[in-house]
């Protein structure tokens, strides 16, 4: 009470942990051996204590030093607080964990848990911890799809990876679709050496093999690979961005025509009806064709492939005609890529 009062509170917490953990223990080897510590009991002991081996243990005031008591015979006890093979108490890898996946650097880890009361938690180590993650990745990765999944949008952006001693560009899939019940989920991700059409199609056999079913519409940007494998391995509609598509003209524009052609095709993509957005399509490539004819050329071979989200209902325009719903998937991977810059492996 007297430290309380003095301010030591730190050293009375730990000292209190010690306390704690030493009598946790003593209780649980004495229960295993039979009898407690000096006790005779030769009926109901089953092996004998055989000394104690050191262990240190990581907690929220500060690293302790445990004594952990050691069997002569049988399976060797280890306390029910602690997990095997980790010195630092869960609440600590957990912080570890959540602030590298929310994009902390594993060198700024190593001043966060210092404020925790430890001391030499190198990237190297942060970087052991985080491995328990693969597991979690794995079991997200390859989780089966149940039900149907009517929207599907799939996206890639190239992130900066080690391999052999170089540093090359690879490329980060996105699988992101709307279940039946309304719910959207990232339900698949992949690196890959290049955005190929063959790569395209390994991975949404991946989709299919873990119960990807019931798919209506796919949509993306203008990959004519990824475009093929939707309707080889899906066989489903296929929808391209109406945002990227916008963004491709305009740069078939001189920079004082951009503004006209974007606005103009807004107005395809805002229409009330399919008949009403091919009315426009019509009225757009009239207007523009003695502007510039290399977008209405390539307007007119888009059509379709632009306004196949009317076929759908009204109520899902706003999501369907564009990759838009995926954005903050990919805003969220760029924020954590940012903070990585390179990464040492795919994995």
């Known amino acids: 009470?007297?430290?309380?009062?003095?301010?030591?509170l730190e050293d009375f917490v730990r000292e209190a942990v010690v306390l704690v953990a030493r009598e946790l223990m003593e209780g649980e080897i004495s229960a295993e051996v039979g009898a407690e510590l000096g006790e005779v009991a030769p009926e109901a002991r089953s092996t004998h204590r055989n000394g104690?081996?050191?262990?240190?243990?990581?907690?929220?005031?500060?690293?302790?030093?445990?004594?952990?008591?050691?069997?002569?015979?049988?399976p060797a006890y280890f306390p029910s607080f602690l997990e095997a093979r980790r010195p630092a108490e869960q609440a600590i890898v957990a912080v570890v964990m959540e602030a590298y996946v929310n994009g902390v650097s594993t060198r700024k880890v190593d001043r966060l848990v210092e404020q925790l009361g430890i001391a030499g938690m190198s990237k190297d180590r942060v970087s052991a911890i985080c491995r328990g993650?693969?597991?979690?990745?794995?079991?997200?990765?390859?989780?089966?799809?149940?039900?149907?999944?009517p929207y599907l949008w799939l996206d890639a952006k190239y992130v900066k990876v080690r391999d052999h001693g170089r540093v090359v560009s690879k490329a980060l899939v996105v699988a992101y679709a709307v279940h039946e019940t309304g719910i959207r989920e990232v339900i698949g991700l992949d690196v890959g050496e290049v955005e190929s059409g063959s790569f395209w199609v390994e991975f949404l056999r991946g989709l299919k093999r873990r119960g990807l079913a019931g798919?209506?519409?796919?949509?993306?940007?203008?990959?004519?690979?990824?475009?093929?494998?939707?309707?080889?391995?899906?066989?489903?509609?296929?929808?391209?961005?109406?945002?990227?598509?916008?963004?491709?003209?305009v740069m078939h524009c001189r920079r004082d025509q951009r503004g006209l052609v974007a606005a103009a095709l807004r107005e395809i993509f805002q229409a009330d009806d399919a008949a009403t957005a091919t009315h426009r399509v019509t009225s757009v490539l009239e207007r523009l064709r003695p502007v510039t004819p290399k977008v209405c050329e390539l307007l007119a071979d888009a059509e379709y492939d632009l306004t196949a989200?009317?076929?759908?209902?009204?109520?899902?325009?706003?999501?369907i005609r564009s990759t838009n719903p995926l954005e903050r998937v990919n805003k969220e991977i760029r924020r954590r890529t940012d903070v990585v810059g390179i990464f040492p492996n795919d994995q």
Not at 220 to 242: I, N, P, Y
């Open 133 to 149: 993650l693969d597991e979690r990745v794995a079991a997200f990765r390859e989780r089966a799809l149940e039900g149907a999944y």
């Open 1 to 8: 009470l007297a430290r309380v009062r003095d301010g030591r």
């Open 215 to 249: 798919v209506r519409l796919a949509i993306t940007d203008q990959h004519e690979g990824l475009k093929a494998a939707v309707a080889r391995v899906l066989g489903c509609a296929w929808r391209r961005c109406s945002v990227h598509f916008t963004r491709d003209m």
């Open 309 to 319: 989200f009317y076929a759908f209902p009204r109520e899902h325009w706003t999501k």
């Open 52 to 74: 104690y081996r050191p262990r240190a243990w990581e907690t929220r005031v500060g690293e302790i030093e445990l004594a952990i008591p050691k069997k002569r015979s049988g």
